[in-house]
Structure formats: structure tokens, C-alpha cells
């Protein structure tokens, strides 16, 4: 990672620590950085220390961006490519089950119904989450309508958006297989939808 100016008020460094008997002891840390001219915070570096992982703090780090930006009023969120697949799983399962919670959430309506400009709006979205969300809900839609499909073609519809999009995004990257990135996106689907509704339902229960 390259090292940042701390002489750039543009920057912002979230630290998160954990209380001992021996005081406090490092866990892991976000950096941010403020585009005031494009309106937008992009979450550049972050980490959470091994003995740390799988405990949260890593999406508590990503709700905290969240804050950030909505406190400074800025139009979304985006994170620094290239993007650590872990990491995307982890921040498409966040934004998943925000777009769960939200008010803009309707498993009736069609994929292209869902407009980025709301979803840059309310959840404060990068245009590049907002076609993990539209995966996403592709293949929620296929889940639910698999026992009294509404649309025989679901399935193959969901697979032809998600290389639609892919291909999209890799469009300058000559080496790029689009099959195999293909196998990879629908690998982990159904993995970061169950684990976004349950998230989603555990922040409704602490909300109610």
C-alpha cells in the first residue's frame, strides 16, 4: 500500500482497537479519502488484523465509511481498485442488506426497474456496487420463484446480466476470461444473499 500525505486534510484514518488488562491493543484500521470537487469518499486501504478476523470489525469499518460520508455530505462510496475478492464479499453482503432494509427493495419488480440514481441517492452506492446489487437480486428473485417461476427464463436471464455486466467491466483488460469470472460471481451468490438477509434481519430485531 503506498503511504499516505498526513498533511492532506483530505485524508481521514479510522483506527479500531480492542480493551486488555494490558491496555489497548491494535486491531485494525480504514483510510479514507474526501473528493470534494466529485462528491464522493473513497475507502483506500484497509485492514483488520488475523486474531481480529470474522469477528465484524471489518464491516463495522465499512458502516463507519457509510457514516463518513453521509456526515460529510458527500454523493457515494467507492473503494480503491483493484478490489480483494474477499473484501467484495464482504462489501456486497453490506450493501445487500442495506438495499434489504431500505424502503427501494421489492422482489416484484424487474432488475432494470432498479435506477442507480436512487441507489446513489439513498444508500449512497458507487455505480460499481450498484451492479453487485442488481446480481444480487437476480438471483434472489431466482430463489423465490424457482417453486412457481414466474419467468422461465430467470435463471438464464440472471447469468446473461451478470456476464453482461463483467464483460462491461473488464472491457479495456485483454486477457480477461469472462466464463471463468463468470463461475467465480455465481460461486459466491448464494452465499452473500443468505448472508445479507440474515444480517438484515438482525438489524431489524436491534432497530424494533
Known amino acids: 500500500a503506498s503511504p499516505i500525505d498526513v498533511n492532506d486534510p483530505c485524508w481521514q484514518a479510522v483506527m479500531v482497537f480492542e480493551k486488555s488488562e494490558h491496555g489497548l491493543v491494535f486491531a485494525g484500521f480504514t483510510t479514507l479519502y474526501r473528493f470534494e470537487r466529485e462528491s464522493k469518499l473513497r475507502l483506500s486501504q484497509i485492514l483488520v488484523l488475523p486474531p481480529y478476523q470474522g469477528c465484524g470489525l471489518g464491516g463495522r469499518l465499512v458502516g463507519i465509511a457509510y457514516d463518513y460520508c453521509s456526515e460529510w455530505k458527500l454523493g457515494?462510496?467507492?473503494?480503491?481498485?483493484?478490489?480483494?475478492?474477499?473484501?467484495?464479499?464482504?462489501?456486497?453482503?453490506?450493501?445487500?442488506?442495506?438495499?434489504l432494509k431500505s424502503e427501494l427493495f421489492n422482489l416484484e419488480a424487474k432488475v432494470n426497474d432498479l435506477r442507480y440514481d436512487e441507489f446513489r441517492d439513498k444508500l449512497l452506492l458507487s455505480e460499481h456496487q450498484f451492479r453487485r446489487c442488481q446480481m444480487l437480486f437476480?438471483?434472489?428473485?431466482?430463489?423465490?420463484?424457482?417453486?412457481?417461476?414466474?419467468?422461465?427464463?430467470?435463471e438464464n436471464n440472471y447469468k446473461e446480466f451478470v456476464r453482461t455486466v463483467l464483460t462491461a467491466e473488464a472491457k479495456d483488460d485483454r486477457d480477461f476470461d469472462v466464463e471463468q469470472a463468470l463461475a467465480s460471481e455465481l460461486e459466491w451468490h448464494p452465499m452473500i444473499v443468505h448472508k445479507a438477509k440474515a444480517l438484515a434481519n438482525e438489524k431489524h430485531e436491534k432497530d424494533s
Open 76 to 99: 457515494y462510496l467507492e473503494v480503491e481498485e483493484p478490489i480483494a475478492e474477499g473484501f467484495q464479499i464482504l462489501l456486497s453482503k453490506i450493501d445487500y442488506a442495506r438495499f
Open 138 to 154: 437476480l438471483h434472489h428473485k431466482s430463489i423465490v420463484e424457482k417453486s412457481e417461476p414466474k419467468d422461465d427464463n430467470l
